[in-house]
């Protein structure tokens, strides 16, 4: 059964923007709080920004000010908006519970490149 369905990612230039999509069929979603995780190669998945139930939000050092964390809990969705996109950013992105307890999905690719 597919808990996470990435979407969105793709090749942008550096200073430009992608907004990624997460299709999460998980129980108690509402109550969640969740989070987006991407892993870079050769580096550990790492979490870059999480949103509780509530809406507040959290985001690593690194993306702070950039990304931008919501949620549609009538769609069971969270998205990511990602502007100002380094060539460090780029990354396998994925979506699940903040801390993940649930397996991942496929991610989806996001590089940043001249």
């Known amino acids: 059964q597919v808990q996470f369905v990435e979407s969105g990612g793709g090749l942008v230039q550096p200073g430009g923007s992608l907004k990624l999509s997460c299709a999460a069929s998980?129980?108690?979603?509402?109550?969640?709080?969740m989070g987006w995780y991407r892993q870079a190669p050769g580096r550990q998945r790492e979490l870059v920004a999480s949103?509780?139930?509530?809406?507040?939000?959290n985001y690593a050092d690194s993306v702070k000010g950039r990304f931008t964390i919501s949620r549609d809990n009538a769609k069971n969705t969270v998205y990511l908006q990602m502007n100002s996109l380094k060539p460090e950013d780029t990354a396998v992105y994925y979506c699940?519970?903040?801390?993940?307890?649930?397996?991942w999905g496929q991610g989806t690719q996001v590089t940043v490149s001249s």
């Open positions: 949103i509780r139930s509530g809406g507040i939000t």
């Open positions: 699940n519970r903040d801390p993940p307890t649930w397996s």
């Open positions: 998980i129980r108690m979603f509402r109550i969640s709080t």
